[in-house]
């Protein structure tokens, strides 16, 4: 058995995880965001003894502890380099945590973790690359090769999100202008549509963002284009064509065996799926398209379970 956690800015959450990637039992407890990392470390330790008790688990049982983070992480040494939002610098998380528990410890960007559980979870032998890309507040990505994690020779590559795809275009928030994030992100889906709904006063669009309290979510733009509506249809016709271009991006790069695409956004399933699929086909390069899209299945679990597998 495996123990996941997902240290993330406002929670931790552990959980024990069984040779197939089921979630056996999972808790949290909050973040102490500010303070240094022996506290965050100490209060996981905690946190996976409570997850251990629950479960009548023994420690020898645990074949490996895995961490995902966000930042950049030195996934060799098990070092969180640098990150924003949790206050830490050149933290040995991989040391500090095999004081408590003499168990091989690992560490990952959240996001290759997710991509990781994605991974796993497609649950085929013959599938050994693949790219996840998760569209939420910003895009995030992860690059699994040879069924291991991408990440560049210092640890921080693989960020699909802050490629450009129009240049001197909208300005991105690693300083950047024309990211595909900028364009391809909920938070660029919600600007579009409100910006839509304020263009047209008159649509259902615009009916549906004022009864939000005149704010847009990511869910509808794809809502109002159900309901045939014009603006709406226009702000998703043009959105889903700019992540489009950044998933025809990754499959002349990589031509991997599966691109999964989670996030919030992806709960539009097939209204989403779909026309990437038929553009991807129609301008993939040589016109050879062999990479299967698919929605990603484990959510929220996706960073605990690939946490979870990063010493597998
Ligand atoms: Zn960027």
Redesign the pocket.
Known sequence: MYIGVDLGGTGIKAGLVDEKGNILHKDSCPTRAMEDYKVIVADMADLIKKVLNDTDTNTSEIKTIGIGCPGSIDDKNGVVIYANNLNLHDAPLAEELKKYYDVPVYVSNDANCAALGEFFALDDENITDIVAITLGTGVGSGIIINKKIFTGTNGIGGEL??TVIKANGEK?????NG?W??YASATALIREAEKAAKENPDSYLAKLVAENGGKANGRIPFAATEKGDEAGKKVIDKYILDVAEGIVNIINTFQPHAIVIGGGVSNAGDALLKPIEEYSKEHCYGGIFQTKISIAKLGNDAGIIGAAFLGK
């Open positions: 999100g802050h991105c928030t690693c300083g950047r990211c994030e900028a």
